[in-house]
């Protein structure tokens, strides 16, 4: 069995993915101001996971942000997720979940040096509600969300699930760290 040998020191920074997923079947690399599909301009980097890093875009088209999801080559040709999204989008019942459940806006393939990538276009959705917890309050200097939206929020979330549980489907890893807060419009002006 082959060993893998680090060239480069692990960041010490928090949030930062490594050098080395930068590789054949690994992450598609994105620098601000890429421009992808003749649309999307990338303006900001909002995160990474094991599976895909996430960017924020700007569409030329709508005149909106968005979030670029783009996963790593090495899952493209198994992609569950852009199923998931797909069909969740195709259904139109009053669900009081749905609106609490992100949108797919659009998907496609994205050719590059690590091979192909599938990148999803979602809506931008904003902070998690773990990073609240880490936000004091001004007022109290308490690291814990006021109780009442803390309740509208666990409200959203069981709902959330029950959408996509009555579609068939069921979050696995379920942790607080994938539950973020819907931005309004205004990010668009």
């Known amino acids: 069995m082959a060993t ?4 480069y020191r692990p960041s010490a920074l928090d949030d930062v993915e ?3 997923n930068y590789c054949p079947r690994g992450f598609h690399p994105i620098n601000i101001e890429y421009e992808i599909e003749g649309r999307y301009k990338v303006v900001h980097k909002l995160g990474h996971g094991g ?3 996430v960017w924020l875009a700007r569409d030329k088209l709508t005149e909106c942000y968005v979030a670029l999801k783009i996963i790593v080559a090495s899952i493209r040709q198994d992609c569950k997720e852009l199923g998931v999204l797909q069909t969740l989008l195709k259904e139109t019942t009053c669900h009081p979940g749905r609106n609490s459940v992100i949108s797919l806006l659009d998907n496609f393939m994205i050719e590059g040096s690590n091979v192909r990538h599938v990148c999803l276009v979602l809506q931008v959705a904003g902070p998690s509600t773990t990073s609240l917890n880490y936000s004091p309050s001004a007022v109290a200097r308490s690291q814990r969300l006021r109780s009442q939206l803390t309740l509208k929020v666990a409200k959203q ?7 996509v549980q009555a579609q068939g489907f069921c979050r696995g890893g379920l942790t607080i760290l994938n539950f973020l807060f819907r931005l309004n419009d205004s990010i668009n002006t």
């Open 4 to 7: 893998f040998t680090r060239q």
């Open 18 to 20: 490594e050098i080395e």
């Open 51 to 53: 599976f895909s890093a």
């Open 157 to 163: 979330i069981v709902q959330a699930l029950g959408f």
